[in-house]
C-alpha cells in the first residue's frame, strides 16, 4: 500500500494529451509521471514504482501491447490502455495481455477517474468480500444467494460462477476470453456463444429493463463489465 | 495477280487459328511411305542443326534400332529419361510425358507418332501425347508411316495385305505445321533391306518380306506423296484465298454416311472421310435405330467404334431413331441440306427386299436432288423396317385370352346361327380378332387367326362338326381373315414401339429440361451444384459429383481419393473426358467430363458408375454430354452474375467516393467554428467580462461542439471504410439486446426527450453480427428518431424471426419519410428537408445500408399508419443454426 498520493505513470506521446492528463490527474491529487515512448515507459514503471499505469496503445518506437507484457513480468500494478475507437482488437489483446482496463479516445475526465478508482480499489484489496453490494444488487458470497432489491433471485451454477467472476473484478473489464476461461475452463475460450446466451440469461434475472441494463454492462468488441460504482 | 477482297471468313478463322496457336508448340512430322525410307535419320539431322543454332533440344524417344548412323546421330543431344512401366512380369520403358512438360525444352523429339503406350501411361497412344507437348507449348519433330493414317488404313490393307492396327487420327496431319517427306524410292528401299539397314522385328520377319514387295512399295510411295500433295494444295488454297486471290470454289457440300451395328460400317465411314476431304466439306455419320431391336454385344460395339471413328476422323455423329430407315435418313438429310448420301451395298438375299421392300430402293427413290453413293461394305439388313419386335414374345397369359375372345365369339354367334348367314359369323370371328390383334403381340393374334378359323370351319362351316370345308370359297375367308390378323396385329405393333421411342425420347429430352428449368431458379453456385448432381444422379444412375476450381485453378470439393483427384486435375486443365471408358487414363476408376462454358472450362464432373463400361455408348454419353453442357452453363452464369453484380458494388463505391469529398468542408467546419469561437472569447478574456455563467455556457458549448465532431468524424471514417472496402464484419453470435443496450447507454442523454421502448421476444435467438458494426446501426437509428421527432413522442425498438432472418424495427412517431423519398433518404449526404438545427452531415442512414448489405440483410423505411416513420433492417440468421450450449446439472 502506497504511503502519500498514488503515483500515476502515463506513457504517451502526444503533447496535448499528457498536458491535459497532468492537469487532471494532478488536480485530483494523483502524483504524476510521465514518459514519452515505450523504452522510457518500462524504465519509469521500474524504477518510480508507480501505482497506476496509463499507457498509450500508439507509441511511436513500440507496441503497447508488448509494453504490457514486460511489465507483467515482473509487476502486478495496474494498467489501463488508451486506444482509439474501432480498435477494439488491439485492446481485447492489451487486456489478455494483462492490462486491467481501457479508455477509449476521445473520453473525459469523469470515466479517466472512475477507472483509475476501480483500478486502484482491486489493486489494494485483491481479496474479496464476503458480501458484494452494488446498488439495488447483492451478492452474498458465503451462502451463495443473489438479491435483487431485496427479491432473492436463483441463478443456475454457471450463472452464479459468471456474476461471480463479473463481481470479483467488479468495475473492470473483463474480456471474452477471461471470462470463459475462468468460467468454463481454458478449452472453451472460443465459445463466445456461451457468453451470448448466459449473459442474456444472467440480464434478465437481475436487470429491470434487460435493454437497459444497471448492472451488467456490455462492452462490444470487448468483453463485459459490472458497473463500478 | 489482281485479287478481290480477301474473304473476310476466312481471315476471321485464320486469327482465330493464330491465335489457337499463339500458346501451341509446332509439329514437324517426318512422313515417309513405309520403314526404311530414312524418317528418324532425317528428323536427327535437323534436330542437329537446329541445335547448332542454339535451339534448346530434347531427346524424348528415339528409335535407332541398333542402327550404327542412327546412334551416332543421337550423340552429344540431351536425352529424357524413359520411364519404366511394370507389365505382365516385364518392364518396358515408355516415353516420360510428366518429365517432358518439367523440362519445358524448346524442342522435344518424339519419335513413331502411331506408337501405342503400355498400360499404366497417362494416354494411350503416343499422338495423344504429342497433343498435350504441342499445348503445353513444347515443339514436337516425329515421324510418321503413311499407313498409319486413318483415313488411308483400308486402302493401305488392300495393297500390302495386312492390316495395320495403330492409327493416327488425319487431324494431327492437317494440323501440323511442317511435312516434310522421306522420300526413297522402291529400288532404293529395297537394297537398303537386302544390306540390312532397315529395321526388321524379329517375329515379323514373314509378314515384312511380304510388306516389301516392289509392288507394294510403289503404291505406298505414291500414297504418302499424294497424302502430302494434298497437304500443300490445301494450305495453297488457304494463301490464295486470304490474299484474295481468286479461285474456282466448290458449292457447298455436305456428306451423310449412313451405317449400321456391324465392323465393316468402318469402310464406310473411312469413304465418308475421303470423300469429305477431296470435296472440302462437312460430313456426317448418321445411324438409324430401329426401336425395340435386339442386337448382339458384338455388333453394338462394331457401331460404337465406328461412330467413335467418325469423331475421331472429324464427322458429327447423330443416332437417330425410326422404324423406317429410309425415311429417316431422308428427313435427317434433308433437314441439314446433305447433298450427298453415302451407304453400303445390300448383301441380304433379294427375297428378303420383295417381301419386305427394300431400304436401299426406298432410299434411292424419295432422295430427289440428294446424290446416293452406294459402296461395298456394309450390311444394310439391320434395318428391319417391317417387321420390328417389341421385345420378347408374349406371355402365355395373352394366349389364353386371345382363345377367350375367339370362344366368346364362338358362344355369342352360336345361338344367332340360324338367323346369321355364314358370312355374318365370319364377320365376328373377323371381329374378334382385330381385337385380340389390337391389343396382344403378334403370336397371339396369329394364334387367334388360326383358333378362329378352326372355330369358324368347325361350328359354322358346313359340314358342321368337322375340320373339313365343302365349299372352296371358305379358303378365301380363312386367307383373308389371317391377313387382317396380322396387318392389324403389325399395325398395332408399330404404333406402340413407335408410342414407346417418342415416349422414351421424351423422357431423356424432359430430363434435360427438368434440370434447366431448376438450374435457372438456383441462386448461388453451391445451390446450383446441389441441384445438378441430384438430377445427374437421378438421371444417370450413378454417383456424380462436381468439382469447382478454386481461386489459384485447383479443383475443390467432392470425395476423391488422390489419384482421382489428379485425374479430374488433367480434365479440368485440358478441357477433355478422361478416366474409365476413353483414351486418356483409363484406368481410373470413374469417367471425368469436363464443364466446358463459353468463357472455358468452368469445373468438372465425376462420374461413377458401377459398371464403368456403361458410358462407352455413344448415346448415353452424348446425353451426358448435354447435361454438363447445361450445367456447365449455369454455372458460368451464376458466376458472371456474381461478378457482374461485384462490378457493380465497384461502381457504386466508386460514386461515393466522389461525392464524399463535396459536403465535407462545410460540416466539418461548423462545429469548429463554435469551439475556436468559444476557446478564442475565453482566452481572450482573461479573467474580465464574461461572466461566470457565460463562462460556463462557453466552456459546455466546446465540449458538445467536441462531442458533435467526433461523432461527425467517427461517420466520416465508417463511410470511408464502406466505399473503400475495408468494412471487415466480424460476425460473432450475438444477442440482439446487447447492441440495443448498448446504443442506448451510449446516446444517453440526447434520448432524454424520447421514451425508448424495447420489446425483443424473449426467446430471440443469437444472430450472427458484428456486435460494433450493429450497435452503430442502432446509434444512428436512434439519433435520427430523436432529431426528427418531436420531443415527449415516444421511439420503439422490436424485432421478429421470420425465415431465415431477424428483422429489427425502429419506429417512431414523428413526421415519417415524405412520400416517394423512402429510397433515396439511405443516399450519402441525404437530409430530409426542414429538419431541425444541426441535423448532421446526412450519412447516417447510408452507413447503416452498408453496414446492414455487408452482413447481408436489407434496410427500408416506411411510413407507418398513424403517423412517423418505420426503419425496418434484416439480419440473415445464417444456414448454420446457432451451436448449441452444455447443459448444467441442477439448478441453485
Not at chain 2, 307 to 320: D, F, M, N, S, Y
Not at chain 2, 430 to 453: D, K, M, N, T, W
Not at chain 2, 518 to 545: G, K, V
Not at chain 2, 807 to 832: Q, S, T
Request: aromatic fraction near 6%; charge should be negative; proline fraction near 5%.
Amino acid at each position: 500500500m502506497a504511503v502519500g498520493p498514488p503515483v500515476a505513470l502515463l506513457i504517451e506521446d502526444e503533447l496535448q494529451m499528457r498536458r491535459f492528463l497532468r492537469a487532471a490527474l494532478e488536480s485530483h491529487e494523483y502524483q504524476f509521471v510521465e514518459a514519452t515512448t515505450a523504452r522510457d515507459g518500462i524504465a519509469q514503471a521500474a524504477s518510480r514504482n508507480p501505482d497506476v499505469i496509463l499507457l498509450d496503445l500508439g507509441l511511436p518506437d513500440g507496441d503497447g501491447i508488448d509494453v504490457t507484457r514486460r511489465i507483467r513480468e515482473w509487476s502486478t500494478v495496474p494498467i489501463i490502455v488508451l486506444s482509439a475507437r474501432g480498435r477494439e482488437q488491439d485492446k481485447v489483446e492489451a487486456l489478455d495481455a494483462g492490462a486491467d482496463d481501457y479508455l477509449t479516445k476521445p473520453f473525459g475526465i469523469g470515466e479517466l477517474l472512475a477507472r483509475l478508482r476501480v483500478a486502484l480499489r482491486h489493486s489494494a484489496q485483491p481479496a474479496s468480500e464476503p458480501v458484494f453490494v452494488l446498488g439495488g444488487l447483492r451478492v452474498d458470497f458465503e451462502h451463495r444467494r443473489v438479491f435483487v432489491d431485496e427479491v432473492e433471485v436463483h441463478l443456475t451454477p454457471t450463472e452464479y460462477k459468471l456474476l461471480g467472476a463479473l463481481v470479483r473484478h467488479a468495475g473492470k473489464v473483463l474480456t471474452h476470453r477471461q471470462l470463459l476461461k475462468d468460467v468454463w475452463g481454458p478449452n472453451a475460450v472460443e465459445h463466445t456463444h456461451y457468453l451470448r446466451v448466459y449473459m442474456t440469461q444472467l440480464r434478465h434475472k437481475l436487470e429491470k429493463d434487460a435493454a437497459r441494463p444497471r448492472y451488467l454492462l456490455t462492452e462490444p468488441g470487448v468483453g463485459y463489465r459490472l458497473q463500478g460504482e | 495477280m489482281t485479287g478481290r477482297r480477301p474473304d473476310p471468313e476466312a481471315l476471321l478463322a485464320r486469327v482465330q487459328e493464330e491465335e489457337r496457336r499463339a500458346g501451341r508448340g509446332r509439329l514437324k512430322i517426318f512422313f515417309g511411305a513405309s520403314p526404311g525410307v530414312g524418317k528418324t535419320y532425317a528428323m536427327l539431322e535437323e534436330a542437329r542443326a537446329r541445335r547448332r543454332d542454339g535451339v534448346d533440344l530434347v531427346v524424348g524417344v528415339v528409335e535407332t534400332h541398333g542402327r550404327v548412323e542412327t546412334a551416332a546421330l543421337i550423340e552429344g543431344l540431351e536425352i529424357l529419361p524413359r520411364r519404366s512401366l511394370e507389365y505382365r512380369g516385364g518392364t518396358l520403358k515408355e516415353f516420360d510425358l510428366d518429365a517432358a512438360l518439367a523440362r519445358r525444352p524448346s524442342l522435344i523429339l518424339v519419335d513413331e507418332l502411331a506408337h501405342t503406350n503400355a498400360p499404366g501411361s497417362r494416354h494411350a497412344r503416343r499422338f495423344q501425347d504429342v497433343e498435350e507437348l504441342l499445348a503445353a507449348g513444347i515443339d514436337v519433330y516425329t515421324t510418321l508411316n503413311v499407313q498409319h493414317l486413318e483415313s488411308l488404313n483400308d486402302v493401305v490393307a488392300q495393297i500390302t495385305g495386312i492390316q495395320v492396327r495403330e492409327t493416327v487420327p488425319d487431324s494431327i496431319l492437317e494440323q501440323a505445321d511442317e511435312l516434310e517427306v522421306a522420300d526413297l524410292s522402291a529400288e532404293d528401299l529395297l537394297k537398303r533391306l537386302e544390306e540390312g539397314k532397315v529395321y526388321v522385328p524379329e517375329e515379323a520377319a514373314r509378314a515384312i518380306e511380304r510388306f516389301f514387295r516392289k509392288g507394294n512399295l510403289i503404291a505406298l510411295r505414291e500414297l504418302a506423296l499424294r497424302r502430302a500433295a494434298e497437304r500443300v494444295d490445301a494450305q495453297m488454297r488457304g494463301y490464295m484465298r486470304e490474299h484474295g486471290i481468286r479461285e474456282t470454289w466448290p458449292a457447298g457440300e455436305r456428306v451423310l454416311v449412313c451405317i449400321g451395328p456391324n465392323p465393316a460400317g468402318a469402310r464406310l465411314v473411312r469413304a465418308g472421310k475421303r470423300m469429305a476431304t477431296s470435296l472440302k466439306c462437312d460430313w456426317t455419320v448418321l445411324y438409324v435405330e430401329a426401336p425395340g431391336q435386339r442386337i448382339s454385344a458384338s455388333d453394338r460395339e462394331a457401331l460404337v467404334q465406328n461412330l467413335q471413328l467418325a469423331e475421331e476422323l472429324g464427322a458429327q455423329t447423330a443416332t437417330v431413331s425410326g422404324l423406317n430407315a429410309a425415311e429417316e435418313m431422308l428427313a435427317y438429310a434433308r433437314a441439314r441440306n446433305v447433298t450427298k448420301i453415302v451407304v453400303g451395298k445390300p448383301t441380304h438375299s433379294r427375297w428378303r427386299d420383295k417381301l419386305f421392300g427394300s431400304t436401299l430402293d426406298r432410299l434411292v427413290r424419295g432422295s430427289g436432288e440428294i446424290d446416293v453413293y452406294v459402296i461395298t461394305g456394309d450390311v444394310a439388313d439391320a434395318q428391319r423396317a417391317p417387321a420390328p419386335r417389341a421385345g420378347q414374345g408374349s406371355p402365355p397369359g395373352e394366349y389364353v385370352r386371345a382363345a377367350l375372345v375367339i370362344a366368346f365369339c364362338a358362344a355369342i354367334s352360336f345361338p344367332l346361327s340360324s338367323r346369321l348367314s355364314v358370312t355374318d359369323v365370319a364377320m365376328i370371328f373377323l371381329l374378334g380378332v382385330v381385337f385380340v390383334a389390337s391389343r396382344y403381340g403378334r403370336g397371339p393374334s396369329v394364334f387367334a387367326s388360326l383358333l378362329s378359323i378352326a372355330s369358324f370351319d368347325f361350328f359354322f362351316v358346313p359340314p358342321r362338326f368337322t375340320f373339313s370345308v365343302s365349299d372352296v370359297r371358305y379358303a378365301l375367308t380363312f386367307g383373308v381373315m389371317l391377313a387382317a390378323a396380322l396387318v392389324a396385329s403389325h399395325l398395332t405393333l408399330r404404333i406402340r414401339a413407335q408410342a414407346q421411342t417418342a415416349r422414351d425420347r421424351e423422357r431423356r429430352t424432359g430430363a434435360v429440361y427438368a434440370m434447366s428449368r431448376a438450374l435457372a431458379a438456383a441462386r448461388t453456385p453451391a445451390d446450383l451444384i446441389a441441384i445438378a448432381t441430384r438430377h445427374l444422379t437421378d438421371t444417370f444412375n450413378a454417383d456424380m459429383q462436381i468439382l469447382m476450381p478454386d481461386p489459384a485453378g485447383r479443383l475443390e470439393g467432392g470425395t476423391l481419393d488422390e489419384k482421382e483427384r489428379s485425374v479430374a486435375q488433367w480434365v479440368f486443365d485440358h478441357g477433355q473426358r478422361a478416366g474409365a471408358g476413353t483414351d486418356t487414363l483409363p484406368s481410373a476408376s470413374g469417367l471425368y467430363v469436363s464443364l466446358a462454358a463459353s468463357t472455358g472450362v468452368v469445373g468438372v464432373l465425376a462420374v461413377r458408375a458401377a459398371e464403368p463400361t456403361r458410358f462407352e455408348d455413344p448415346t448415353l454419353l452424348q446425353l451426358l454430354e448435354t447435361f454438363a453442357g447445361q450445367a456447365a452453363l449455369a454455372l458460368e452464369r451464376a458466376q458472371l452474375a456474381d461478378r457482374a453484380q461485384k462490378e457493380e458494388v465497384e461502381v457504386e463505391a466508386e460514386r461515393l467516393r466522389t461525392s464524399l469529398l463535396s459536403s465535407l468542408s462545410h460540416d466539418m467546419r461548423t462545429p469548429l467554428g463554435a469551439i475556436t469561437g468559444a476557446a478564442s472569447s475565453l482566452l481572450e478574456d482573461q479573467g474580465k467580462g464574461i461572466t461566470e455563467p457565460a463562462r460556463r455556457e462557453l466552456l459546455q458549448s466546446i465540449v458538445d461542439e467536441s462531442n458533435r465532431m467526433n461523432r461527425l468524424i467517427g461517420n466520416l471514417l465508417d463511410m470511408i471504410r464502406l466505399e473503400s472496402g475495408a468494412l471487415r464484419v466480424q460476425a460473432e453470435w450475438q444477442a440482439l439486446e446487447e447492441p440495443v443496450g448498448v446504443a442506448l447507454i451510449r446516446l444517453g442523454e440526447r434520448l432524454q426527450q424520447h421514451p425508448v421502448q424495447v420489446n425483443l421476444p424473449r426467446d430471440l435467438p443469437l444472430v450472427p453480427m458484428d456486435a460494433v458494426l450493429i450497435e452503430q446501426v442502432f446509434v444512428n437509428l436512434l439519433e435520427n428518431a430523436a432529431k426528427y421527432t418531436p420531443a415527449g413522442t415516444p421511439i420503439e425498438i422490436a424485432a421478429a424471426v421470420l425465415d431465415g432472418v431477424v428483422r429489427v424495427d425502429v419506429l417512431d412517431r414523428g413526421p415519417g419519410i415524405p412520400a416517394g423519398e423512402e429510397a433515396r433518404i439511405f443516399e450519402k449526404f441525404y437530409r430530409v428537408a426542414g429538419g431541425g438545427p444541426a441535423t448532421g452531415v446526412g450519412l447516417g442512414l447510408t452507413i447503416c445500408r452498408g453496414i446492414v448489405t455487408a452482413h447481408g440483410g436489407r434496410i427500408w423505411v416506411e411510413n407507418r399508419s398513424g403517423g412517423g416513420a418505420a426503419f425496418h433492417f434484416t439480419l440473415p440468421l445464417g444456414s448454420t443454426p446457432a451451436p448449441s450450449v452444455p447443459g448444467e446439472l441442477g439448478v441453485e
